[in-house]
């Protein structure tokens, strides 16, 4: 770690970082308070969404749970109703598995040493060395993307930042670098920089105030900085749904199963198609009957809808039908009205459906 710190003013880096973050930090509604079950929400809500999408359901999450034991003690569906269109949905099930055990073994208090606080589910070193930090005043780093892209132009680190020893890497350099005093305050100066000034395309070096120790703005390369291969490539699938209505004028959704992508959130009937043209309605109708023993008359062709993953893109063909068979409900099986829907956590893409069927219904 040494390469990276020789000849690098430590304190005065510390002291110019964190007098800025002190005079130009957002108001934002988990720094009210250093209550780590709050920032432990927050930071988990952050990962991979921006601040301005967030602070709405983070306000609506607290006033729902507002204390850890609230969050433990909730239905698992009620919870993922709060979370509904934050996607990546396993984060909010890993954080109540992790309050969970939080409640039953702690207390309800959070752990505050990183051998603890890191064995719960869901918990990585980011999210430990953040809640750490931030509440309890423990000097741990806390790496990010934004982190690891202020300090590869700081400190002139040109690793690729997508590899895991790469993050072990800044993490030693957050070490060396943070402040004993405050380390509240310098990790999230870091984050608020990156987000703010250091920016991933067009840094605003000239406004930033510690440029006068980024050794890439000292040799003009602070634009190609931080090294970082190119995404993996995105897999598309084409997928036909059904906006399937009965006389009672009732629509059918299910319950994904427990265990992968989207699990436990509810839908409309959806199968993956063979190929684009006439096998959409053939592909459904034979789904529906040899799933739940339903027959249909399915019928127009409604719209197209696109749904993007990290790694997956769903193109969905969307048509509506009706039922012409009698049949019962299961726990993963209901017909509902767009009242009673109201009730179930589904995805972006079926709240989108949903949307599409009520406009269907006034014609």
Excluded at 39 to 60: A, C, K
Excluded at 86 to 97: D, F, I
Excluded at 169 to 187: H, T, W, Y
Excluded at 291 to 307: K, V
Aim: glycine residues 6%; hydrophobic residues 40%; contains cysteine.
């Amino acid at each position: 770690m040494n390469s990276y710190t020789d000849d690098f003013s430590i304190l005065d880096f510390q002291r110019d970082l964190v007098d800025w973050y002190k005079m130009n930090q957002r108001d934002l509604p988990w720094r009210a308070d250093q209550d780590p079950y709050k920032v432990w929400v927050s930071e988990i809500m952050l990962q991979q969404t921006r601040v301005d999408t967030v602070i709405p359901y983070f306000n609506r999450f607290l006033s729902l749970f507002p204390t850890l034991g609230a969050l433990a003690e909730a239905d698992e569906e009620k919870v993922l109703k709060a979370w509904e269109g934050l996607g990546y949905y396993s984060r909010v099930r890993n954080l109540q598995t992790a309050v969970k055990e939080v409640a039953e073994q702690y207390g309800g208090k959070v752990p505050d040493t990183p051998e603890e606080i890191s064995k719960l589910k869901g918990v990585g070193p980011y999210t430990a060395g953040a809640i750490l930090s931030i509440a309890y005043g423990v000097p741990e780093p806390a790496v990010d993307g934004n982190v690891m892209r202020v300090l590869s132009r700081i400190l002139l680190i040109e690793e690729d930042i997508g590899k895991a020893k790469t993050r072990t890497l800044f993490e030693k350099a957050v070490r060396e670098l943070i402040s004993k005093e405050d380390p509240s305050s310098f990790n999230q100066a870091m984050m608020e920089l990156g987000a703010l000034i250091c920016t991933p395309k067009s840094p605003a070096c000239l406004i930033c105030p510690v440029h006068e120790h980024c050794r890439a703005f000292d040799q003009g390369r602070q634009r190609e900085l931080p090294v970082k291969e190119k995404k993996t490539k995105v897999r598309h699938v084409d997928m036909a749904a059904l906006i399937l209505r009965r006389a009672d004028g009732k629509y059918l959704i299910h319950k994904r199963p427990k265990e992968g992508l989207l699990a436990n959130l509810w839908e409309f009937p959806n199968v993956p198609v063979r190929k684009r043209g006439q096998s959409e309605i053939e592909d459904l109708t034979v789904f529906l009957d040899a799933e739940w023993g339903i027959t249909a008359e399915i019928g127009d062709h409604i719209s197209n809808l696109e749904h993007v993953f990290s790694h997956l893109k769903w193109d969905i063909q969307l048509f509506e039908g009706q039922c012409t068979t009698e049949t019962g409900e299961k726990d993963d099986l209901k017909w509902v009205t767009f009242e009673e829907m109201e009730a179930f956590p589904f995805p972006v893409s079926h709240q989108k459906i949903i949307k599409l069927a009520k406009e269907v219904a006034v014609l």
